[in-house]
């Protein structure tokens, strides 16, 4: 990653001191709460979130994609039009944080604002000793090259929020499911129904032998061994799911 990048992203060190944020995946058990509570919460989105109907409602503070597959990696590289189009009226005013590799291409065709765009040195194509749980580590520092976790809570969101300063951080929507909860087409559940997914992503039966392998449940509990070394509580306030490495709260117990 260039320097200059490197040094926009000093811009974030501890901004949130002490402070908490809530990091929304895009599980299925999002159908189960009210997510409007959080209009007035520091938030971070990932991936489809804008399918949200009550997205406006939020005006979600930070997006993330860690992959690379909505600028057209599994798509002869043509940009998805669809998310494009969602994500320039739905998050506006939100942050916006991709991998380097795809600034050149963003800013070629000035796709998003570039005071609000910013590119963390990450490469989609994570595989061998870049992961987490092989590293047995987190990188928080944002300014340096991240490692992976199978998710983009984990790639981005949660590095993110503790580079930030957030001393609490609420997690829902991660409902762990990998491959085991499907909709009826065999695909991958989410909270919005699977046909609006109008990107590539890995089939069922992959996120499922990456779930029975063990490397989520590990990357998960480096993740909470490096953030409870540094003073961060992570807690879960997904309804369901199979994330049990962090203590459970209920999200109407926090208002």
Known sequence: MQEGE????????????GKRCFIIGNGPSLRKQDLTVLKDELTFVTNWFPLY?????ITPNFYCVSGCEFFGEWKGGILNQHWYSLVSEKLTSAIKFFPFPLKSHIEKDQLFSIDKTFYLDF???YFGVHN?????????????PLLAGHTVIIDFCI???????FSEIYLLGC????GKSLSQNGQREYFYPS?????GSPDA????????SGSVLKTYGYVKKKLDEQGINVFNATIGGRLEVFERVALSSLF
């Open 53 to 57: 109907e009550k997205c406006d409602d």
């Open 175 to 178: 409902d762990c499911d990998y």
């Open 132 to 144: 987490v749980w092989q590293k047995m580590n987190l990188q928080l520092d944002i300014t340096k």
């Open 123 to 125: 490469s989609p194509h």
């Open 205 to 212: 039966k992959y996120l499922a032998s990456v779930w029975d």
């Open 159 to 165: 590095p993110i929020a503790a580079y930030m300063g």
């Open 195 to 199: 046909e609006k997914h109008t990107t």
């Open 6 to 17: 490197a040094d926009r992203l000093l811009a974030f060190k501890d901004i949130y001191k």
